[in-house]
């Protein structure tokens, strides 16, 4: 079945109105018509509907029901990816999207390959919030993960001072992810940082612990910058959130 992110102004009562590309998306490449069933979510509920009408330039859902979000996790994990390569950070964003994360900022860091300059950095930033509306649409999930502008270190550090437990993952460091999250307790909160191609530098991660986050590493062997994270969602969500359940 079709399953479409529709902006939530769209949503009148027990009908929806699909814009020109979702139109042209059901009626060319998915050669749905009227009468067919179609799924919509709107980043907070998710919608089963009959189409009523479809043109080249709009189309028109009856709302049958209205679904509960059973498929997002109960945890809000903010990852930090020290921003790598754009198609990396392309990688990144739909993996951790799939893999449950709530919030995604790329973070400048002394290591970062490439620092975006205000124009091409708005422009990576809206083609990212697309990707991650494609990956929850794929993976079933009901919210959009945010994706935040480009930031420094200290403004990361701000935006994470809230949650419960933040952690850094530091090449080389012997504190294990498994033990920190067994010995956590309860949290509903986490902000995890990933260092750019480079890795951080010793007075980036004393920043970081000064502001509160715990050091981790995620093994033996030396994991590349798009793969550290994902690995550390994976585990997180296994030992606390919603994945092997």
């Known amino acids: 079945m079709a399953r479409i992110f529709i902006e939530p102004g769209r949503i009148k009562e027990y009908s929806a109105t699909l814009p020109e590309g979702d139109a042209k998306k059901l009626l060319r490449v998915l050669r749905m018509n009227p009468g067919d069933s179609i799924t919509l979510f709107?980043?907070?509920?998710?919608?089963?509907?009959?189409?009523?009408?479809?043109?080249?330039?709009?189309?028109?859902?009856?709302?049958?029901?209205i679904l509960e979000n059973a498929r997002d996790s109960r945890l809000h994990i903010l990852l930090g990816q020290g921003a790598p390569k754009s198609e990396k950070l392309e990688y990144v964003v739909q993996?951790?999207?799939?893999?449950?994360?709530?919030?995604?900022?790329?973070?400048?860091l002394e290591r970062s390959v490439k620092r975006p300059d205000a124009?091409?950095?708005?422009?990576?930033?809206?083609?990212?919030?697309?990707?991650?509306?494609?990956?929850?649409?794929?993976?079933?999930?009901?919210?959009?993960?945010?994706?935040?502008c480009f930031m420094d270190l200290p403004m990361f550090l701000e935006r994470a001072s809230r949650y419960d437990l933040k952690i850094i993952f530091y090449e080389g460091d012997t504190h294990g992810l498994r033990e920190i999250l067994n010995g956590c307790g309860a949290v509903n909160s986490i902000a995890i940082l990933v260092g750019p191609e480079g890795g951080f530098t010793d007075d980036e991660a004393l920043e970081a612990e000064a502001a509160g986050f715990v050091r981790?590493?995620?093994?033996?062997?030396?994991?590349?910058?798009?793969?550290?994270?994902?690995?550390a969602l994976s585990i997180i969500q296994y030992e606390l959130g919603d994945i092997g359940g």
């Open 42 to 65: 709107d980043g907070v509920r998710e919608y089963s509907g009959i189409i009523k009408s479809l043109n080249q330039r709009s189309a028109e859902v009856s709302i049958t029901e």
């Open 119 to 148: 124009a091409d950095a708005g422009k990576k930033i809206s083609r990212l919030r697309k990707i991650a509306v494609e990956a929850s649409r794929q993976s079933g999930r009901v919210s959009v993960p945010e994706i935040s």
């Open 95 to 108: 993996k951790a999207t799939e893999l449950g994360a709530a919030e995604i900022t790329p973070v400048i």
């Open 216 to 231: 981790a590493g995620l093994g033996p062997r030396i994991l590349r910058t798009e793969t550290a994270g994902l690995a």
